[in-house]
């Protein structure tokens, strides 16, 4: 951890050393803010202790005026509604105020003034990891307490257990944890005029739930939801992976790819340990992709059902194959791709996974396990989150094209991957029902 906060940490994050010692919190959580009402300040969920809240408010060069003026205005209620505390000399941009009201306190983040400001490809990447940096430095400083660093967004309201709930993990998990998901569910707006975006929401949080359903049908061990604010990071292993990238978007698959590597991917229960987090319903173009500028496109379609696409079931049961051979490669120990794909009936893969490397991989991992299970180890390691989606986008390409969900509920061609995302089955009919 001190290697990562001395070379990889945001440069704003050693302003924090300045914070008085006597400030401690037993949690901490993390917001990017970014043209976004002041209405997003609503009280945590409970914790043991006092909690500390760390806004970003942040937007880049390119910033359009109106954006400007959203970010100065809710500084500028922040520092009104708060009692102020300490800050920072005017370039480390750090303002630590206390909430009369509540048991928590806010590390107000300055990105958005022009002297700090983020650069013009800088966007939510960026944001989450100046504070998740500063999190990083507060839990090595021992300021806060808990090992964990909550990630969340404007657009959620957080359950009761949300900062609780980790004290259930037990300390030798807690080791090995290198994130954890919370279950979530989209929350729709009651008045007609949100109709069409409640609608395109609903298919896409199904298209979410769809694609790990997938991936846990063919036993992927990626098969986790990559949404930014339902993730929580062991912050240890956050700085063995070197932090969130500075990514416009994406950061969230990009971070979990990496610490799914060094750690557990651990999902938590929505029956027994925490409730789910409930993200609103809304268009957004704070991000080039992801949810809020997928439904944006999809609200602009004459019929989303008869439109929007889903990847054919058959990509799924492709990948189940590749990663059913690996064994066949252990017990012949070969490195022979086309032979033992071939073998197994499996020509469309030999191409796309020939072109990733796979041979070179496959050979490595022989020549570097002791055992079966250090081989499956490397070579999941190897073909990690990105690699599956690459060989998805080809098979999706070249032999199984998308489908909408309209023909899929007809044809009830995933009804075998209903088992692998348990919200699924009570998806599935609404979505029949609605669209």
């Known amino acids: 951890m001190n290697k990562y906060l001395d070379q990889y ?5 050693a302003a924090a050393a300045d914070i008085p ?6 949690k901490v959580i993390v917001i990017p803010v970014c043209n976004e009402s002041t209405g997003i300040l609503r009280t945590l969920p409970p914790a043991r202790d006092r909690s500390l809240m760390i806004l970003v408010v942040n937007e880049t060069g390119k910033a359009q005026s109106h954006v400007s003026a959203a970010n100065l205005a809710f500084a500028q209620e922040v520092m009104s509604r708060f009692e102020l505390q300490w800050q920072s000399t005017s370039s480390g941009g750090l303002s630590l105020l206390k909430d009369p009201n509540s048991p928590r306190d806010v590390l107000l983040v300055d990105r958005f003034n022009p002297a700090l400001r983020f650069p013009d490809k800088g966007g939510v990447g960026h944001a989450r990891k100046t504070g998740a940096d500063l999190a990083a430095f507060l839990i090595e400083n021992g300021q806060v307490r808990s090992p964990w660093i909550h990630c969340s967004d404007a657009d959620v309201v957080l359950p009761p257990r949300y900062l609780t709930c980790t004290e259930a993990i037990k300390k030798e998990d807690e080791k090995t944890a290198a994130a954890l998901i919370y279950p979530f569910r989209h929350e729709f707006p009651a008045d007609s005029a949100s109709e069409k975006v409640a609608r395109a929401t609903r298919l896409y949080e ?6 790990v359903a ?9 098969a986790f939801h990559t949404i ?4 929580t990071i062991n912050a240890e292993h956050y700085g063995k992976v070197r932090g969130f990238p500075r990514r416009q978007a994406g950061e969230d698959f990009y971070l979990l790819n990496k610490l799914a590597k060094v750690g557990s991917i651990r999902q938590l229960s929505e029956a027994t340990e925490c409730g789910p987090i409930e993200i609103a319903a809304r268009l957004s173009d704070r991000v080039p992709f992801g949810t809020g500028a997928a439904v944006t496109r999809m609200v602009e379609m004459n019929d989303p059902a008869r439109e929007f696409l889903l990847y054919h079931p058959a990509v799924f049961e492709s990948l189940k194959n590749w990663l059913d051979s690996l064994p066949c490669f252990w017990q012949r120990k070969t ?3 086309s032979g033992v794909l071939m073998g197994l009936g499996l020509q469309n893969l030999v191409q796309p996974l020939r072109e990733a490397g796979a041979p070179e991989a496959l050979h490595h991992a022989l020549q570097h396990s002791s055992d079966e299970m250090q081989f499956y180890r490397q070579m999941h390691t190897w073909f990690d989150a990105f690699r599956t989606l690459k060989l998805i986008h080809f098979l ?6 998308s489908m909408t969900f309209e023909s899929m509920d007809k044809d009830q061609s995933i009804d075998h991957l209903l088992p692998y995302e348990p919200v699924l089955p009570s998806l599935k009919p609404l979505l029949s029902n609605v669209l």
Not at 396 to 401: A, E, G, H, L, V
């Open 9 to 13: 940490a945001e440069p704003g994050t």
């Open 21 to 26: 010692d006597a400030y401690h919190w037993h």
């Open 206 to 211: 199904f298209s979410l739930r769809y694609y």
């Open 335 to 337: 490195d022979d791709l």
């Open 396 to 401: 999706r390409d070249q032999y199984f094209p």
């Open 228 to 231: 930014g604010s339902t993730i």
């Open 214 to 222: 997938g991936l846990k049908y063919a036993g992927s061990p990626y």
